[in-house]
């Protein structure tokens, strides 16, 4: 029986959590930094932070940086909705990461006296954070802060993260990855 036959016969047989055990077993040729279960501590651990630092504001607009930054800004907002009463809207911010002269949002709201977070999944030079800022710089909001999932140090804009998940240093030839499905992160990993 060849070996790939026999893992799928045992794939059938086990529980669900081995499953996942033997789904991280296949992908062993990835270097994790993060695997499912610890994105969402760490998630979690971030969404008391944000209410820490906002304790007396009842309304945030959290601004997910599409794709993955979105689907980080979206678990952000449930988990805040789980452990507060703060009112959120979610909004995305579309640019090219490579060359990010147009910035759109999803929608237009008044960001006037309004905390925004700005959300990535990945911060290398802080180059997409600064460029996601630029349409909130019409307004007056009463303070933007930015959150990254996980933090590269490699800053060449002056842009530093309020809320990180990992903090990771790396050589520049490396990047990381997030992978995301539509709701949830299911890991980060180091190439």
Known sequence: MSFARVI?????????????LIR???????????NKDVAAKKLKRIAYEILE????????ILAGIRESGS???????RLLSEISTVKTDLITITLDKHLPKDV??????????KVIIVIDDVSNSGK????????????????????????RSHKTFPVHPDYVG?????????HIYVEVNEEEVLGAYLK
Request: aromatic residues 8%; hydrophobic residues 40%.
């Open 128 to 151: 997409t954070l600064m460029y996601a800022l630029k349409p909130f710089l019409e307004y007056q909001p009463k303070k933007i802060q930015t959150l990254i999932l996980v933090e």
């Open 104 to 113: 759109k949002l999803s929608e237009k709201l008044d960001f006037n006296d």
């Open 53 to 60: 630092n906002n304790v007396n504001e009842d309304y945030i």
């Open 166 to 174: 990992l903090s990771i240093a790396t050589s520049l030839q490396e």
């Open 71 to 77: 689907v980080v800004a979206r678990n952000i907002r």
């Open 24 to 34: 991280g077993l296949m992908d062993a040729s990835k270097n994790y930094i993060l």
């Open 8 to 20: 799928q016969t045992k794939i059938t047989l086990v529980k669900d959590e081995e499953l996942t």
